[in-house]
């Protein structure tokens, strides 16, 4: 029986050779190779500025603290996510102000969020943190325009968002990385491109960029990396507080090797997205995801939903049939209020956020990545396509 995992990387000759030449290099954590891959990572998305960190959740973190967003302050967010989100609100000990999502793109609701700031319930709101679920970006014209007549950061969780891209207003079609204030990725082993763990954060805000780049590394001096190369001195100040955030060469090397093939992995993605689509779309049991006109997606995930009315089987037997056949799966989003710390912590409960659930409660992610072959994708439609049919209603 043909396997077919819920992912696996795509890692090549071009990410070997930049990983032992850094290895072999004589310096193999945080310095040249991270300094080239936040140029060429800047350059990728047209950002002024890009930071590259250890992971996404730190560059989340580090977002809030450069904003001087601490104790008692509120982040609007969706319940729709992985708990890093709104777990380092947590952090700064701020609270994170969860609306319902658009049950269409499962994007955070613009209107949710209108709702949430004149509810008066909200007093100490300083931002907001969308995430491009999937791969889909927000709106952000009409993101931004709330921030502005609110007078609210925007801190873009883009961790599906690598290569994303909307058409904003007097720009045309712009890539994600440069529409607000600060916009934090993820090179997670299962994201559209990978360093094993990374993360990067881009903003077209100098002071900005540096407070975090000091932040990022103890409140080191910038360039404190460079205190054991020749060019060094031992003497480094502590100017703020700091954490240790920094990303290593040896990550660094894959990420740019990786990000030389973004735009083939994302349009294979994209392919595979069509396939699925095109395979679905006459079953009644099944409903694809839906891409917003003027959206360019980039598929880090394919959210399939099943229709309960057409099925005698519920998403979670779907799921373990899709393994007894050899198709990993995954479900995204557990909704965060629905989880034990966001209801002990915040007060939240199952039920608050309608849209959220009714959408856990019939989705499924089928494997969409760059290193599947047509055969396997053939695999996954024909099996789920199977399951559909043998417990149709
Ligand atoms: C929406 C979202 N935000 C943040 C993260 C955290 O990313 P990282 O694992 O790079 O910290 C993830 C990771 O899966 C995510 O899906």
């Not at 047209?46 to 001087?68: D, W």
């Amino acid at each position: 029986m043909r396997q077919v995992p819920f992912h696996r990387p795509f890692i090549g000759p071009e990410e070997e050779a930049e990983v032992i030449d850094t290895l072999r290099s004589g310096w193999i954590t945080t310095g040249p190779k991270v300094k080239r891959f936040e140029r060429e990572f800047a350059e990728y998305v047209g950002a002024r500025r890009a930071l590259a960190v250890a992971h996404c959740t730190g560059a989340l973190h580090l977002a809030l603290f450069g904003l001087n967003i601490g104790p008692g302050d509120e982040v609007i967010t969706t319940p729709f996510t992985f708990t890093a989100t709104a777990e380092v609100m947590g952090y700064q000990g701020a609270r994170p102000v969860f609306v319902d999502i658009d049950p269409v793109t499962f994007n955070i609701d613009p209107v949710r969020i209108e709702e949430a700031l004149a509810s008066g319930r909200h007093k100490q709101v300083k931002a907001l943190m969308p995430v491009h679920f999937a791969g889909q970006a927000c709106d952000m014209d009409r993101l931004r325009a709330i921030a502005r007549r609110h007078s609210l950061k925007i801190i873009e969780d883009a961790a599906h968002a690598v290569g994303s891209a909307r058409e904003i207003e007097g720009r045309g079609m712009v890539r994600i990385g440069t529409l607000s204030d600060l916009t934090c990725f993820s090179f997670y082993a299962t994201k559209n491109i990978t360093t094993a763990e990374g993360g990067m954060i881009t903003t077209e805000d100098d002071a900005l960029a540096e407070r975090i780049a000091v932040a990022s590394l103890h409140g080191m001096d910038r360039d404190a990396w460079k205190r054991y190369d020749s060019s060094g001195s031992w003497y480094y100040e502590i100017h703020d507080t700091g954490f240790k955030y920094n990303l290593s060469d040896v990550h660094a090397a894959i990420g740019l090797a990786q990000l030389k093939r973004s735009d083939e992995f994302m349009r294979r993605r994209a392919a595979i997205a069509r396939t699925y689509n095109e395979a679905f779309a006459a079953d009644s049991a099944l409903e694809t995801p839906v891409t917003e006109p003027g959206v360019e997606h980039a598929w880090h995930l394919y959210v399939l939903r099943l229709r309960p009315e057409h099925l005698r089987i519920d998403r979670n037997r779907f799921v373990e049939l899709l393994r007894a056949k050899g198709v990993g799966t995954s479900v995204h989003c557990i909704p965060l209020h629905t989880m034990h710390v966001y209801q002990e912590r915040y007060g939240y409960r199952a039920g608050d956020f309608p849209v959220a659930e009714e959408v856990f409660s019939r989705c499924l992610s089928l494997p969409i990545y760059p290193a599947m072959s047509p055969e396997d994708v053939s695999y996954v439609c024909e099996t789920v396509l199977a399951l559909a049919r043998e417990h149709r209603r």
